[in-house]
């Protein structure tokens, strides 16, 4: 079978899912595809348009994204350490689904920037249709799209492992790609590869809300069971000298209900964590028997390294049943 008969049963295979009645209701995937046809207009068997954003735009992109890019980059490069020398590329793009970032090997390069895997590529949904970029920002949600899972058959010969990035309000800022061209490339190695995806995106969101609240005290409180399988991440909490809450994860806003709109006023730490928590008070416990250790029992000399007063020390040291002695 030719490429261009591949491409015409795929286009087919998608009109086909998209004129049934139900099709919506039957996968995750199929409300993908009705929403690329029917709401975004989108036809499968169109050829590429290659729309990408022009330099000074893009530069413009990257700006208003810098606290972002500074966060991530580190981040880019490792995952691209692990995945690159099989043929993957990295990509982080913008909360529009267009390309900030992108990483890919010297011999790569041109295989990814004729699909369009590129800065200023455009890879939302209502560009592309279903693809890992876009869908994985429109349901905002860890998603693999498989080679003929895309909506349009000019990308079949690719296969996207995703997750989204939520910035320190616990706002969607981004996603992150690995994709791979490479016939090889089945669903077991995409599985493999969208758990480093996932595990790098939650590096992504840790590093961005410690960079944020780089002057606060950063806690964290353990997550419920469940909450790694949803795609929460971290639940970490940035506290100020006085024990208030100035900043939270959005692990940590779903956790202690706290909604998802910056802090208008600070909240004492006691009241946000409820004073049944026995698993964050043991984690309070450790951090302040470490400091205590590290100071050789000066109490005084724990608080300063912990950048909180000696009379807040006392008073957590009493709340998690320490004494001085200790």
Not at 40 to 54: C, I, M, N, T, V
Not at 96 to 120: K, M, N, Q, Y
Not at 179 to 201: K, N, P, T
Request: one cysteine or more.
């Amino acid at each position: 079978m030719t490429m261009a008969s591949d491409k015409l049963t795929h286009s087919d295979r998608v009109l086909n899912t998209v004129q049934q009645g139900n099709a919506a209701a039957t996968s995750s995937l199929a409300a993908s595809w009705c929403r690329s046809a029917l709401h975004h207009g989108l036809d499968p068997a169109a050829s590429r348009k290659q729309e990408r954003l022009g330099a000074a735009t893009l530069a413009g992109l990257r700006e208003s994204n810098g606290e972002l890019i500074a966060a991530a980059a580190p981040v880019l490069d490792q995952l691209f350490g692990n995945v690159g020398r099989t043929g993957c590329c990295v990509i982080l793009s913008d909360i529009d689904g267009v390309v900030l970032e992108a990483r890919s090997t010297a011999g790569d390069s041109p295989l990814f920037d004729a699909i369009g895997l590129v800065p200023g590529g455009r890879w939302g949904e209502s560009a592309e249709g279903t693809n890992g970029i876009g869908t994985c920002l429109v349901e905002q949600r860890p998603i693999t799209i498989l080679r003929g899972e895309h909506f349009a058959s000019r990308n079949i010969g690719v296969s996207c492992m995703d997750a989204p990035v939520f910035d320190p309000e616990g706002r969607l800022v981004a996603a992150l790609d690995v994709s791979s061209a490479r016939a090889e490339h089945g669903e077991a190695m995409a599985s493999l590869v969208a758990a480093l995806v996932q595990d790098a995106a939650r590096q992504i969101e840790r590093d961005f809300f410690c960079m944020r609240y780089a002057g606060a005290r950063i806690v964290y409180s353990p997550d419920r069971p469940d909450s790694q399988r949803r795609g929460r991440g971290v639940a970490l909490l940035a506290v100020d000298r006085d024990d208030l809450v100035v900043g939270a994860t959005r692990a940590a806003r779903l956790n202690f209900g706290l909604g998802n709109r910056p802090f208008e006023r600070p909240r004492p730490l006691a009241d946000v964590i409820g004073d049944g928590s026995s698993s964050f008070d043991d984690s309070e416990r450790a951090i302040l028997r470490q400091a205590l250790a590290r100071s050789g029992g000066n109490v005084t000399q724990a608080a300063r390294e912990l950048g909180i007063g000696r009379a807040t020390m006392y008073r957590r040291m009493e709340r998690v049943g320490m004494s001085p002695g200790q």
